[in-house]
């Protein structure tokens, strides 16, 4: 029995846990998750150093807790900072859309919104955002349109904001914001910049971002987003020595997440259209065969790895390879790289996802390859050994093998 005398400990042990969390979160500002680590450790230490055996129930207890969404103390402040900034917008649209009264008290909620989705639980921060309908995140979208091409002080904390929620807090958040005219706005703020400016990173990985699950786009938002969009962001993209530091990554990122959401042999696909007729296609297509023989996706960098599979530059390709032609679009040197590229990944990948990705993309432009000798030597070659040695397991598998060998193989037996 310890010598410290002590007070019996409540019966509702996570009660307890929760407030303490709560108190680091008030009086510290760190993150959700680092309060609770905090706590975890002080406990431990207490019931370890002190000999305090009745902490272990408690410790137990603490170690498992999950966050209650709406009683918490993030909730109550997320719950008043978003009925402060819907009431600005309200209040704004009464006043011919002017916010210059409410300037100080909205880049304050501003910038405790930003910390609460950066520093809350997710649970929390979506819970707070999804309420009503998502009316909270109607009257954000509704305040950049308000702040759009001035009051740039209210523009970072709002973006970071809207960036967090399309890249951490869910697809259906996600499906909301692509639904909403936040993507052509954002994008015809996009296209007014230099790519020199500052602000462009922040529309890029919002963009991103919200493209990033593969949404599909609503029609009438193609009115913005179009080829001259995507010609915006080639450019930036193949101009990579001009442009600072990450932005290129940027603009691709925004290329292939925003080519996600169009069907597999979709011929209106408005990337592919713009960068078949694109005057430095052949540049871009060199450079993104740098990002495909890296396995990079640069999507990833920009929202949550849980819904992002990492082969949207392998989409990109396919969607190319069927709607276009890869021959006119790539130098001879690419189009070798990018058969020595596939070849690598089919045969050192284990069968599932990502290879029968790579045999879609190889079956659908085999034959616009295979009548370069070496690269079908290459695909030959290496079809006999996967073949023999690394039989696809599934259905579809088999059925891409089977129609890659036999193209390659008539090809090459014509060669002889």
């Keep these: ?66 966050v209650d969404t709406e009683d918490c103390v993030d909730f109550s402040r997320f719950s008043k900072c978003l009925g402060d900034l ?14 210059y009264d409410d300037e100080e008290e909205i880049l304050s909620n ?19 955002l999804s309420g009503n309908e998502f009316i ?43 639904n909403s005219s936040l993507p052509p706005q954002v994008a015809s703020d996009l296209v007014t910049l230099n790519s020199h400016d500052d602000k462009v990173p922040a529309h890029l990985k919002l963009l991103a971002a919200i493209f990033s699950t593969g949404e599909t786009v609503p ?15 080639i450019r930036i993209f193949i101009d990579q020595e001009q442009t600072p530091i990450g932005i290129a990554d940027l603009a691709l990122a925004v290329i292939v997440a925003f080519n996600l959401h169009f069907p597999a042999d979709y011929h209106d696909n408005v990337v592919v259209k713009c960068l078949s007729n694109h005057e430095s ?34 989409k990109l390709l396919d969607d ?16 070798q790289l990018f058969s020595e590229i596939i070849c690598r990944e089919v045969t050192d990948i284990e069968p599932g996802e990502r290879r029968t990705a790579y045999l879609k993309l190889l079956a659908h432009s085999i034959f616009q390859l295979k009548d370069t000798p070496e690269i079908c030597k290459l695909i030959n070659d290496t079809f006999k050994i996967f073949a023999c040695g690394n039989e696809a397991n599934g259905s579809e598998d088999k059925a891409l093998v089977a129609s890659i060998r036999n193209a390659v193989e008539s090809s090459c037996a014509s060669d002889k």
């Design 1 to 66: 029995m310890s010598q410290f005398p002590y007070k019996r400990a409540p019966a509702d042990y996570s009660k307890v846990a929760r407030k303490m969390i709560d108190s680091l979160r008030t009086r510290f500002d760190f993150p959700y998750d680092e309060c609770k680590q905090c706590v975890i450790m002080i406990v431990d230490a207490a019931r370890v150093a002190l000999e305090i055996d009745q902490l272990e129930p408690f410790y137990e207890v603490l170690t498992k807790i999950t």
């Design 320 to 335: 190319i390879a069927q709607c276009s032609n890869l021959t006119e679009l790539c130098f001879k040197g690419d189009l």
């Design 86 to 99: 819907s009431d600005a917008v309200l209040d704004g649209q009464q006043r011919s859309w002017s916010l």
């Design 219 to 233: 029609f009438d938002h193609y009115g913005v987003l179009n080829e001259r969009f995507v010609d915006f962001l």
């Design 110 to 128: 501003l910038t405790t919104l930003r910390s609460l989705t950066l520093k809350a639980h997710a649970d929390v921060s979506r819970k707070a």
């Design 281 to 314: 296609r052949l540049l871009f297509m060199e450079r993104l065969m740098i990002y495909f023989n890296c396995r990079d996706d640069p999507v990833g960098r920009c929202t949550d790895a849980k819904w992002s599979n990492g082969l949207s530059i392998v």
């Design 136 to 178: 909270h995140i109607r009257y954000l979208i509704l305040l950049y349109q308000m702040v759009c091409g001035y009051m740039w002080q209210f523009h970072l904390p709002l973006k970071e904001s809207l960036l967090f929620i399309a890249s951490k807090l869910g697809t259906q958040l996600v499906a909301y914001l692509v």
